[in-house]
């Protein structure tokens, strides 16, 4: 062993000695056995065979640089840690059927106030039903040629959200493993003008709304008989007193809730929807007779009497509603708007809380 020691004392400089001029230190040698290295393997005497050698190490380093990340062995968990957990964008690792791992951006993607709830959930119940198939179908795809697709995940609130997923397959012996990766979340700032669904309340955007109204309109003059047209009303809320719950922090507390109660309220074949101009559009469409459109009227006033209420108080709110009808304001949708806006201006120049339908005058 003490030659075995001396020898590989000899491939430091060739007497022993360090670059620093004081004794080499050979301990870690003495557990060599334990790391099963074989000493005499590693025996060269020849000096230019050794300068060749490293020469030669050196040179096929240098040629297979571009693949020595191939060769890493990463951890996963180093993964989770520094990576997926702190990215932007979703992150699901499944096991078999069940998910085993998800990031915050998961959370942030299904509007969950925790992840922990989904651990040991069924991957594919995140998924919209009717894309079901078409994961489960392109996954081998996924896996093995990278393809992307993109499905509708069920959010919080009813909501649906469409991502371009990627998969890696995970080498797991005993199960079918593998990530799914989704796109960068965009910023609530960064909505288009013409995203179909706002992000905060879940509601149709007004483009939207345009667009049923427009055909709740279409649909009611093609019936010739203008006695057997059904009604249709179109509604814009103002909260006058917005600006005093901005003040509060407590404006989007508002707006979300007023939003959840006309929509429990109202008949799912009513549109309620996020407004432009206005906070809130309401689109009374397939009202047989006037009485039926009063009643909704009284309906949606009353929900905003009741106010706000939160964990701590209730909060009152002062409100501005104008409305006009089909067809006895207007017989196309662009019509029923602008007379809509018309009405509400007119409501707020009145006394507080006031409802007012376009008379023309």
């Not at 334990?34 to 050794?50: F, G, P």
Request: with cysteine; proline share 2%; glycine share 4%.
């Amino acid at each position: 062993m003490v030659a075995d020691k001396q020898n590989m004392a000899n491939l430091l400089d060739g007497r022993g000695v360090t670059k620093s001029g004081q004794p080499a230190d050979l301990s870690i040698l003495d557990e060599a056995a334990t790391y099963n290295v074989d000493l005499a393997t590693l025996e060269i005497t020849d000096k230019k065979k050794t300068s060749e050698t490293l020469a030669k190490n050196k040179h096929s380093q240098s040629s297979d640089k571009s693949e020595d990340w191939v060769k890493l062995d990463v951890k996963l968990s180093d993964m989770i840690d520094f990576v997926f957990d702190k990215a932007d964008f979703p992150v699901f690792i499944v096991q078999d059927d069940s998910i085993i791992y998800v990031n915050r951006a998961v959370g942030a993607l299904l509007q969950l106030d925790g992840n922990s709830n989904l651990i040991g959930h069924k991957f594919f119940e995140l998924v919209y039903q009717e894309d079901w198939n078409l994961l489960a179908n392109n996954i081998a795809d996924m896996l093995t040629n990278h393809k992307e697709i993109s499905v509708r995940f069920n959010c919080n609130n009813d909501k649906i959200q469409e991502v371009t997923l990627k998969a890696v397959y995970l080498p797991d012996i005993e199960h079918f493993s593998f990530i799914i990766f989704g796109e960068k979340l965009q910023s609530k700032k960064k909505i288009t003008n013409n995203a179909l669904y706002d992000e905060d309340t879940g509601l149709p955007s007004f483009f939207l709304f345009e667009d049923r109204l427009q055909m709740a309109v279409l649909m009611a003059n093609s019936i010739k008989e203008e006695a057997n047209r059904q009604k249709i009303g179109v509604l814009a809320i103002n909260i006058d007193n917005m600006k005093d719950f901005k003040k509060l922090n407590l404006d989007d507390v508002v707006v979300k809730k007023l939003a959840d109660n006309l929509v429990f309220n109202l008949p799912k074949t009513i549109t309620v929807a996020k407004g432009l101009k206005y906070h809130f559009w309401i689109l009374l469409n397939g009202v047989h007779n006037d009485s039926e459109m009063k009643a909704y009227l009284k309906i949606i006033k009353e929900i905003l009497d009741a106010g706000i209420s939160d964990n701590f108080m209730r909060h009152d709110l002062v409100y501005s509603v104008g409305c006009s009808l089909f067809p006895n304001d207007a017989s196309s949708a662009k019509e029923l708007v602008e007379h809509t806006i018309e009405a509400t201006r007119l409501a707020q120049s009145n006394n507080h809380n006031s409802l007012v339908i376009y008379s023309g005058k």
